[in-house]
């Protein structure tokens, strides 16, 4: 909608981020109408509140997943994106999504997702076992000695108080003696 102030029309322009997939909108603001539009302006309004993402005829407030592949390299698996829906997809994407369990490098058939068997994947990238550098092998060391002495004093700590509940039953088992004593001796 254009409108004039002055001696220049005005119009709304509606810019989008086009270095993003989701084409977000970056600004909206008046602009003369002897401005050219650049790539990334038009003059379509949102029509509702969160529809910021330009799908390339009309702003979208969702983005959908796309899985992307490299065609020069036999349509191998080359990530994913967000595009807003209703866009049109690029020839390097498809919005099938590919199995879980499989393994790189996956490519794509033009149907499904093709992935490396998990034998042949292992056998590609056995596990290696990193050395264990002397620090942290002295910091394991220290540890398990911790764990041996905790153990020890646990136990230890099991004898000393098994000791003082026996000690307890004779000091108590003592002072019945010596009160039955009293009270015995002091009636003849």
Partial sequence: MAETTGQNE????????????????????????????????????????????????????????VYEFDPTQDNIYAGMSLIPEGAVLASNQTFVKPKDGLYQPMKFNGVEWVGTPKEEWEKNHPATIAPVNPSTQAMNLLGQQFAQAKVESDKQDKEVNAKIDQLTQSVNLLGQMIAKAQTTGGNQ
């Avoid at 709304?12 to 002897?34: G, N, R």
């Avoid at 993402?53 to 702003?59: A, I, K, L, T």
């Fill in 10 to 65: 005005m119009r709304m322009v509606y810019t989008f981020d086009a270095d993003k997939a989701s084409h977000p909108l970056i600004k909206a603001e008046k602009q003369s109408v002897d401005v050219a539009l650049t790539a990334n302006q038009n003059l379509v309004e949102p029509t509702n509140e969160g529809e910021n993402y330009w799908n390339g005829d009309s702003w979208a407030s969702k983005l959908v997943v």
